[in-house]
């Protein structure tokens, strides 16, 4: 969901002369705005908005002519309040095409309206504007950008789509990422279809209501929905979510059955055991499982070099990662096919993964595809199959009774280890008479960093340091490198530290992706160049946590970490001779409820060796909002603790 696009609801509406007649009192009018619209300077309840949305108004009819077409009409009001609000004069509608089918989007008009010495100016849109742009095989859009637009001015746009595809209906969005006053949404659905209704988000609807309309037509009645919300929030970007798309307040619509007179009842949901059976015999999927005659010579050589199970698969997922590139689109279905894919070593996610499958299988393991839905596309509902809220698969192959999911996409991920864009829930195995959900597992994010230091009476400061990344953690330090080069990542490492030098750091097993990355240096730091009677340290070396990152009292939507998380520091400090600790943080042990995390922090003195230790342990990927209280308290303790300092004083039995 971009701030400039407005998605379409897609069985798209109706006949002007409805609107005049049937439109909500509070739903806007197309041509006439208010003074009081022109007037706003600001929206009172976010005074953050760039932009509001006045009105925003669709209707979605089908028409029985010559063939069964389904329109919307749309018409948008929005009011420009600040520069940063510019974008929404951008306009993108979507539309699709399939074979001899497509959608049609028509009617686009749009006026700019701006109060100037006190008088209404009107800026009439020019179709000319409009241009068309494809995104993929079946997905296009049309674009077009209002007039003359300045800080002040209200938008009005209104189009029609006319669709072939009548057993689809779009989603309608009543919220999006600038608050919205007004949000209608009105369906005419004749009584042969049978959708069924799915309510998202946490916005109460206002009205909805439902009524039946005879036609004129035997056996035919439109039953005439209406939902409403108004003043709907902003859908604002929060820390460790999936994607906001998953929390918007939304209708969406399922055809569940269709009922054409003198014909029996047709079942459109769908079952798992039909869509797996219809993607293994897909031109794009299951066939080219199939298709293994252009790896045979190097799958041999393979083979004679691996003799175990788990040695072979091993092989084979780092000859597809290291012969293949990503091209970074996501998909389920290949381009065409694996062969032109492995001969040009480039394609998208199916390109590659289902060739991965492929060889996993013709080397006789247990391989099968898993259908993913990214982190960005939004969770997959589990009620129904629905094929196409799934933009991504994977490789799921059992040996020794052992299950691993499997990527080839990243040259940087180890086996079994999953990309955090593919950390979403569940994903959908596809096996025929074996097809069943399955946990998309994540490896942990680890992080040890260890500090060995001298200190003397005035201050100075050097030793040792070693860090070693693990998990997610390892796999976002080498992309770094990849991305930086050594020279740069130390110079941001510096940074990071603080105030203290380090010498240029060393690197253990930066390519060995399924070990531990090793990062090793020097650091040191200056005193004032004389005796102190008190010395003050950070206990973790400029390591610890300085900022919480939940800072609202209240949160709708679950904390996502995407995997689990190990942070473990560990300081020791040699102190000069005739120095006591004087001051010292306390030791601290706290739990999140439900054994969702722990914190420890301990200080221990041994003679003239004093060694500090934190660690954090957050034991699952997902909190709920209930649990978010809880979450925040405990970062706030491990803030406040990773704040306090050791005070060092100077003995006076000396």
């Known amino acids: 969901m971009r701030a400039n696009t407005f998605t379409l609801p897609i069985l798209l509406t109706l006949l002007l002369a409805f609107v005049a007649s049937g439109a909500n009192a509070q739903a806007a009018k197309y041509g006439k705005v208010d003074l009081t619209e022109l007037k706003l300077s600001k929206f009172e309840q976010d005074t953050s908005a760039e932009a509001v949305v006045l ?12 063939e069964i077409q389904v329109v919307t009409y749309r018409h948008t ?13 951008n306009f993108e509608v979507p539309f699709y095409v399939n074979g001899g089918k497509k959608e049609r989007v028509s009617n686009i008009k749009g006026i700019t309206y701006t109060l100037e010495n006190g008088e209404v100016v009107k800026h009439k849109f020019d179709n000319k504007g409009v241009f068309e742009e494809q995104h993929n095989e079946n997905w296009y859009s049309k674009k077009f950008t209002m007039p003359n637009v300045k800080v002040g001015s209200v938008i009005d746009v209104e189009y029609s789509i006319t669709s072939d595809f009548v057993y689809n209906l779009r989603e309608w969005e009543f919220q999006t990422t600038i608050p919205t006053l007004w949000s209608e949404y009105r369906a005419e659905i004749p009584s042969y279809y049978d959708y069924k209704f799915l309510m998202q988000g946490y916005h109460p609807l206002h009205n909805r209501s439902q009524n039946s309309i005879a036609t004129g037509t035997p056996d035919l009645v439109n039953n005439a929905y209406v939902w409403t919300m108004k003043d709907v929030p902003a859908l604002k970007e929060e820390r460790f979510v999936t994607t906001m798309r998953d929390y918007q307040s939304k209708i969406e619509f399922e055809l569940q059955q269709v009922r054409y007179p003198g014909e029996a009842a047709r079942q459109m949901t769908g079952n798992w055991d039909d869509v797996t059976s219809d993607l293994m015999t897909h031109e794009r999927f299951g066939m080219q499982l199939n298709r293994s005659g252009f790896f045979k010579e190097e799958l041999a050589a393979l083979a004679a070099q691996n003799k175990t199970a788990e040695q072979l698969a091993l092989a084979i997922y780092n000859h597809v990662k290291g012969r293949m590139k990503w091209n970074e689109k996501n998909t389920y279905l290949t381009t065409s096919s694996t062969r032109k894919a492995y001969d040009a070593r480039t394609g998208n996610v199916a390109d590659i993964n289902l060739m991965l499958t492929a060889m996993l299988q013709e080397a006789a393991l247990e391989a099968t595809p898993v259908l993913v839905s990214t982190r960005a596309n939004g969770r997959p509902p589990k009620g129904s199959p629905l094929v196409n809220k799934f933009n991504y698969v994977v490789a799921h ?3 020794d009774g052992k299950e691993y999911l499997l990527d080839a996409t990243d040259p940087l991920l180890s086996f079994g280890m999953l990309p955090v864009r593919a950390l979403n829930g569940e994903g959908y195995l596809i096996k025929k008479k074996a097809h069943r959900w399955v946990e998309l597992k994540p490896t942990i994010y680890s992080q040890f960093i260890t500090t060995d230091v001298t200190l003397k009476e005035n201050g100075d400061m050097a030793g040792q340091a070693t860090e070693s990344a693990g998990g ?9 490198l990849a991305d930086e080069g050594e020279e740069k990542f130390a110079e941001r490492l510096s940074r990071e530290v603080g105030n203290y030098k380090l010498s240029k750091p060393v690197f253990e097993n930066r390519d060995k992706v399924g070990e531990a990355l090793n990062i090793k240096y020097s650091i040191t730091a200056n005193g004032n160049g004389q005796s102190n009677e008190v010395i003050y340290l950070n206990p973790l070396m400029g390591h610890g946590e300085k900022e919480n990152p939940f800072k609202l009292n209240e949160r709708l939507y679950p904390v996502d970490f995407a995997s689990p998380q190990d942070e473990t520091i560990i300081t020791k400090y040699t102190i000069p001779a005739g120095y006591v600790m004087d001051e010292a943080p306390k030791n601290v042990s706290v739990s999140l409820p439900e054994n969702g995390g722990k914190f420890m922090y301990m200080v221990q003195q041994d003679g003239n060796t004093i060694q500090v230790m934190s660690r954090i342990n957050i034991n699952k990927s997902v909190f709920f909002a209930q649990e978010y209280p809880y979450l925040k308290e405990f970062y ?4 406040a603790k990773h704040a306090e300092q050791i005070v060092l004083k100077k003995s006076t039995s000396n």
């Open 472 to 480: 997610y953690y390892a796999l976002s330090l080498r992309k770094t």
């Open 55 to 66: 009105s925003d108004y669709g209707y979605t009819k089908f028409l029985f002519n010559h």
């Open 77 to 89: 009001r929005i009011k420009i309040l600040k520069k940063s609000g510019y974008d929404w004069a």
């Open 397 to 399: 192959v059992v040996i």
């Open 636 to 639: 706030n303790q491990i803030i």
